[in-house]
């Protein structure tokens, strides 16, 4: 049987990974100077293969929590404590309130 631990190691790794893929696709989308080595070669990367190798990690990541989990069916019944899930959720909550006072602050055009 699955252990809590392995479990939530996992879904840490999963939300690890997500946030850094969304800051790859931020600083690809927001500076054009940005670029990135493969770590194995040297050689700079372009960004579909970046995106492309996020996704596969990520993708892995999903398929050894099925895999540990029986697609979810064989979860055993305990609560997980995701801290690193709680803290993105949280900083999500905070930008977006940050942004409406912005936007209340902006002088409507007419």
Do not use: W
């Amino acid at each position: 049987m699955t252990s809590p631990a392995e479990i939530n190691k996992l879904l840490d790794q999963l939300s690890n990974s997500q946030r850094d893929f969304t800051e790859l696709k931020n600083k690809y989308n927001t500076d054009p100077e940005f670029q990135l080595k493969n770590s194995k070669t040297g050689k700079i990367v372009d960004k579909e293969f970046v995106f492309n190798t996020a996704s596969g990690v990520i993708q892995e990541i999903k398929d050894n929590l099925n895999k540990m989990t029986d697609d979810g069916s064989t979860c055993p019944h305990f609560p997980f404590n995701d801290i690193a899930q709680d803290k993105i959720i949280a900083e999500e909550i905070r930008v977006n309130k940050l942004q409406e006072e912005i936007n209340k602050q902006k002088p409507e055009s007419n």
